[in-house]
């Protein structure tokens, strides 16, 4: 088999956010490879960046102070691993002193597609939400509907903190 056969029969969980190298490689045609090598490329470093499919409150408590703390569940389309490191990303959605904050996920036992990730002293509001996967940084969706109040606006994935 060769290894463009072998990377397409690899299962999708095979690609993981962050930084990933890519290389081209072209076996030898001879079925004695020991004499002649194949043309490689050089490797070349790329950014696979996640993306967020769902974003749900699972828990959200009241704190002193006006603030707001719980758990937000995050699904992704590429799969993380357990020794990743996955921070949240939250930026109120509000265009007069907007919050920031950011939250670590705490060590997940397996690979999953999905992490559930505490929060804690958040003023409420609406917030847009990115995950970065080991630097990766998911991207925001755009408003690109012209007639739209928020056109070419930040837009989701967002959640409301009340």
Do not use: C
């Amino acid at each position: 088999m060769s290894q463009k056969e072998s990377f397409r029969h690899q299962p999708s969980t095979a690609l993981r956010a962050g930084i990933q190298s890519l290389q081209v490689v072209h076996p030898s045609p001879s079925s004695d490879t020991s004499r002649r090598r194949g043309k490689e490329s050089n490797a070349a470093p790329f950014v696979l960046r996640p993306r967020l499919l769902q974003v749900q409150l699972i828990a959200e408590q009241e704190e002193e102070e006006d603030a707001r703390s719980g758990q937000l569940q995050l699904q992704t389309n590429l799969t993380i691993g357990a020794k990743q490191r996955v921070v949240m990303v939250l930026n109120e959605w509000n265009v007069e002193r907007p919050a920031s904050y950011l939250f670590d996920a705490p060590k997940p036992e397996g690979d999953s597609t999905s992490v559930t990730i505490p929060f804690q002293a958040v003023k409420p509001g609406d917030y847009l939400v990115r995950l970065m996967i080991d630097g990766a940084e998911s991207q925001l969706q755009v408003d690109d509907n012209p007639d739209s109040p928020t056109y070419e606006w930040y837009v989701g994935p967002r959640v409301t903190l009340a």
